[in-house]
């Protein structure tokens, strides 16, 4: 059963721990924006939705703080465009 989803500001990136891994995404912060550059998910954990997970807490914390969102990860813009509950983020 994984973790919840939280913040790692020291190393700008959000984190999901789950069966002794952790799945990370990554983020540069500006005034008011976030931008997610890179989605990590260790092979041990591929194809269990961990990934979507991990966004979608990561996307849940960005509208909790007002942020708006850059999806410059390939798989942030993939998860966004395929979940329009979190359209009212994109810049």
């Known amino acids: ?3 919840t989803v939280r913040n790692n500001p ?3 990136r959000f984190e999901l721990d789950v069966d002794g891994h952790t ?3 990554y983020y540069q912060l500006s005034p008011g924006v976030i931008t997610f ?3 990590e998910v ?3 954990l591929s194809g269990r ?3 979507s997970e991990l966004v979608r807490g990561a996307l849940e914390a960005a509208r ?3 942020l708006k969102v850059v999806p410059k990860c ?3 813009a993939a998860y966004m465009a395929k979940h329009a509950e979190f359209n009212d983020l994109l810049l």
Do not use: C, Y
Request: proline letters at 12%; zero cysteines; hydrophobic letters at 45%.
């Open 1 to 3: 059963m994984p973790d």
């Open 10 to 12: 020291a190393l700008n």
């Open 23 to 25: 799945a990370a995404a």
């Open 37 to 39: 550059t890179h989605t």
């Open 42 to 44: 260790p092979a041990e």
């Open 49 to 51: 939705g961990i990934g």
């Open 64 to 66: 909790a703080q007002r």
């Open 74 to 76: 390939p798989f942030v």
